[in-house]
């Protein structure tokens, strides 16, 4: 029989420490400032990890402190020795442990994709003493921020024993613009409970350069960045030019955007927050519009390219009758239109509330306002507001009916939803979310984001969060939950169906860069028990 094709590369075994050789120095020693040719030199972009297995399964790993600096030390991780550890079962994750991107797949389905899993390490590649640690928040606000923070610098301090933790403040651009602030376990000790961020934030700013400067300058060797696509893809520049320098610092990742458009991840901090505070929104204009003669309450959420805030929020109020979502095209005039839909259901029930992302109906604003397109500092598009101008629109029509009096109520929360403190559900995850962050960061892998995939929180390559923004997919069972429970029409035509349906699939990752499916398995696949491919020689 032909021996199975191998394509491996393999990822990084942190339970056996490498040969010692020579101590590293302190970073501020062996840096010198001399070493700042950042400006005038590009960074290479970091090789994707991949290896391939049994059944078709692809581990795509993340970057580890020893793929560049080989020589690097490991030591016992002292979790070991700390007492509210010690009845733990199994508290250090098995290094061939990792997380299956999709979980319901047919029994002909080949194993696909996986990450690794995240948790503690039996070997950790920094000491407590030598770890000076940075966090930093940039983009919006989102109810979380301050736990994502106060559990980083607990987290380091109580389990790892690392004492020198500080912020950046006023996002990217805090890194060569502001002085840092010294986190403590007691400073942070009550921030959870307020709303924002302590450390304060900013959008853009992101001068790799510069960046690398100040950590490289500042001794600084493990940086946790949190914030949404954006900012993580800045977090990417800031390995790959760390990397460049063959500086030992964990650069870390936490992902965040309320909107909840992160690819790959479960679902990001504070959406639950996000979801049941705008419950409050479409409860009062509910009440507005039923205590009104054909009274109609629209609600404006946050969603600039995804309506998982307006889908989530209209399933769970059950008062809405028509929920607007910036995936789900939808037209004013003519048979079959909103303006019909909204006359219909007035006449039927005397009342209607309507639930519209910030991001729907941008084309037709755009188109009768002859709008340019003009970003912000982050590269987004500026939105207009689609809230107003749907309520305009929506009295101009019944302005023309005669003996058809309408009353409606414009409520937008966006801001109120954006500064709350986190709920319940949101602290729980905000603290698991730090806490595989920092383990990531001691057991020396870098240049990952961590998120929860199918329930399981993996160390995932910045890249793979970056290369698209996750929405909602109109074809599926979650909406059509979603036109069932408002009753609405769907607004698509054939097209638009057959458009999302193909924006659905998912083309096929190769296993190694410039290789295609053929390059897999070629002949029965053979297991060397450990995950990988063998060529059956024993």
């Known amino acids: 029989m032909e021996a199975a094709t191998v394509i491996v590369v393999p990822a990084p075994m942190v339970t056996t420490p490498p040969p010692p050789q020579h101590k590293l ?14 400006p005038a030199r590009k960074a290479k972009p970091t090789k994707k990890k991949l290896a391939g297995g049994c059944g078709g399964y692809v581990l795509e790993d993340v ?9 690097l030390k490991s030591f016992p991780n002292p979790l070991q020795d700390h007492p509210a550890y010690s009845v733990v079962k199994q508290y250090f994750v098995n290094p061939d442990d990792t997380v299956a991107k999709k979980i319901v797949v047919h029994k002909s389905s080949a194993r696909g994709t996986h990450f690794r899993r995240a948790g503690p390490r039996q070997r950790v590649y920094f000491q407590p003493g030598e770890v000076t640690a940075a966090i930093v928040t940039c983009g919006g606000l989102c109810p979380g921020l301050n736990t994502v923070i106060r559990e ?22 805090g890194f060569y613009a502001r002085n840092t602030v010294e986190l403590t376990p007691r400073s942070v000790n009550d921030i959870h409970k307020r709303g924002g961020t302590v450390l304060g934030t900013s959008r853009g700013g992101q001068d790799t350069a510069k960046i690398v400067d100040s950590i490289q300058d500042r001794g600084i060797n493990q940086v946790y960045i949190i914030g949404g696509d954006g900012s993580q893809k800045g977090a990417a520049s800031i390995h790959e030019e760390v990397q460049r320098r063959g500086l030992k610092c964990a650069v870390v990742g936490v992902p965040k955007t309320i909107d909840n458009d992160i690819a790959i991840i479960d679902k990001s901090f504070g959406f639950d927050t996000a979801v049941e505070e705008a419950q409050r929104a479409i409860n009062a204009a509910h009440v507005e519009a039923e205590s009104a003669e054909n009274g109609i ?29 910036p995936e789900s095209p939808f037209y004013l005039d003519g048979k079959g239109g909103l303006l019909e839909f909204v006359e219909k259901r007035l006449r039927d029930n005397g009342h ?25 500092a982050s590269g987004n598009k500026l939105l207009l507001d689609v809230g107003l101008w749907l309520s305009q629109k929506i009295k101009e029509h019944f302005k ?7 009353t409606l109520k414009y409520i937008d929360p966006t801001y109120m939803i954006r500064a709350v ?11 698991l979310l730090a806490h595989s962050a920092l383990h990531g960061a001691m057991a020396g892998y870098t240049g990952f984001t961590v998120a929860p995939v199918n329930g399981r929180h993996a160390y995932i390559p910045f890249y793979r969060i970056t290369e698209k923004q996750n929405k909602v997919v109109i074809t599926d069972r979650m909406w059509a939950r979603v036109l069932c429970s408002t ?15 193909q924006d659905e699939e998912e083309p096929h990752v190769p296993l190694v860069e410039g290789e295609t499916n053929s390059l897999l398995v070629k002949s029965p696949p053979m297991c060397n028990g450990n995950g990988y491919l063998c060529n059956g020689v024993a």
């Open 487 to 501: 009753n609405q029409p769907c607004f698509l035509s054939h097209e638009d169906v057959e458009r999302a349906r």
């Open 421 to 431: 403190p986190s709920n319940a559900s949101d602290n729980v995850y905000c603290s």
């Open 152 to 173: 980083l610098v607990c987290g380091l301090h109580d389990m790892y024993g690392v004492s020198s933790v500080f912020g950046i403040e006023g996002g990217y651009k």
């Open 297 to 325: 309450g629209v609600v404006k959420l946050m969603g600039r390219n995804s309506g998982f805030i307006a889908m989530y929020a209209t399933l769970a109020s059950r008062d809405v009758d028509c929920c607007l979502i």
């Open 352 to 376: 209607m509330v309507i639930v519209v992302a910030e991001g729907a109906g941008q084309d037709l604003i755009a188109k009768s306002m002859h709008f340019a397109d003009i970003h912000d």
């Open 63 to 71: 970057p580890h402190l020893t793929d560049y600096l080989p020589e």
């Open 400 to 406: 023309k009916k005669l003996n058809f009096p309408i």
């Open 25 to 38: 120095l302190e970073l501020k020693a062996s840096f010198a400032p001399a070493a700042k040719l950042s």
